[in-house]
């Protein structure tokens, strides 16, 4: 066995067997330090092979004291807390996992979407205050042969495409500039523009990523245009839509019901105005969660390191050396 030192920078969890199942074969343990101990981090880096990490920033002064290590592997999708650029120049793989919530995620939407549909959350509210009148909530339309308009569609809004494929929508319009209409076809959805979208969705579901492009890309022009008592399920970024536009689409009926995993300012302030509105189904930026995902993110975290000792490239590389 040879005799690599690994790194486990990390508050988030209670254990790594995880991570030492897929690493036995090349190290008996891995070394686990708390995000709070820098002083402890500066040094422990010093002679790692490989280290995995979590929210702690990887800084250029953190990558200078790196003698050693060949990988930055991070749990979870993003990596803005690793100086990438300083990684590459240094000669480091830097690792990411992004694909270990897809089943997640597209549940979560899924279960959104049917919350707003079928009214559950508003109708368990109000039988919790012991009522029970069968005209409240009306009216709800069924889901067949209605239209669902996908915005963005990679990993999660595919998955999301399968799983509501059963429901027996009329048409499923996808928005996504980047991927071609075969792609859009194969799963028997059409490729339109972004107005069109609007226009012709009664559900529409966000699965983009935050960028310049997609900032507030659901704003007052989209919520004018939108057509009249949409549904619109969001579990990509909060900051996606601009939530004084969609506070009003809602109060003013233009919308009939927003579920929402993820927020502008996260936690949700307490004041928020979205905790006042009836027409919104909100959960706590979770979609990723189930124990499964977890599992597979700390076994694919941990196999970047491996793939790399083993044969000198991570599954998930974000950056080339
Ligand atoms: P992905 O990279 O696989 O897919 C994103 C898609 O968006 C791509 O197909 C891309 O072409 C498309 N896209 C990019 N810019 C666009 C634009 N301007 N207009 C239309 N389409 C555009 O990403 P994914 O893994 O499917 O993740 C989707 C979203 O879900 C991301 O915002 C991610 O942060 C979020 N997410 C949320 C949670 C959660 O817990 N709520 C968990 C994981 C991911």
């Known amino acids: 066995m040879a005799n690599f030192k690994i790194l486990i920078i990390d508050d988030r969890f209670k254990d790594y067997s995880e991570e030492k199942k897929v690493l036995k074969e090349i190290v008996p343990e891995i070394k686990t330090i708390k995000n709070t101990e820098t002083e402890r981090i500066i040094r422990e880096v010093e002679d790692a092979d490989a280290v995995i990490v979590n929210l702690f920033p990887i800084s250029n002064k953190i990558i200078e004291k790196m003698k050693k290590c060949r990988v930055i592997s991070r749990y979870g999708v993003g990596y803005d807390n690793i100086d990438v650029s300083s990684a590459t120049e240094a000669g480091i793989w830097v690792a990411n996992v992004p694909d270990y919530s897809v089943e997640d995620v597209s549940d979560h939407a899924l279960a959104l979407l049917m919350s707003c549909v079928r009214k559950i959350p508003f109708k368990d509210r109000s039988i919790r205050e012991g009522k029970w009148n069968l005209h409240d909530f009306q009216p709800v339309h069924r889901i067949k042969n209605r239209t669902m308009g996908i915005v963005g569609y990679g990993r999660i809004a595919k998955a999301f495409h399968r799983k509501i494929s059963g429901l027996g929508f009329a048409r499923v319009l996808v928005y996504d500039p980047y991927v071609s209409m075969e792609e859009v076809n194969k799963m028997g959805g059409e490729k339109v523009d972004f107005n069109t979208l609007l226009k012709n969705s009664d559900y529409i579901s966000i699965h983009v990523p935050l960028n310049d492009k997609t900032r507030k890309m659901f704003s007052w ?101």
């Open 221 to 321: 022009n989209e919520f004018t245009v939108i057509r009249d008592r949409s549904t619109i399920i969001n579990t990509s970024r909060g900051n996606i839509i601009d939530e004084e536009a969609l506070i009003d689409a809602l109060k003013t009926g233009k919308l009939e019901c927003a579920g929402l995993d993820v927020f502008g300012e996260e936690p949700l302030p307490e004041n928020h105005p979205f905790k006042e509105i009836d027409n919104v189904v909100l959960t706590d930026h979770t979609a990723y969660y189930s124990e499964e995902s977890i599992k597979e993110l700390k076994e694919k975290a941990a196999k970047n390191v491996l793939s790399v000792l083993k044969y000198g490239r991570p599954i998930y590389p974000v950056n080339e050396v």
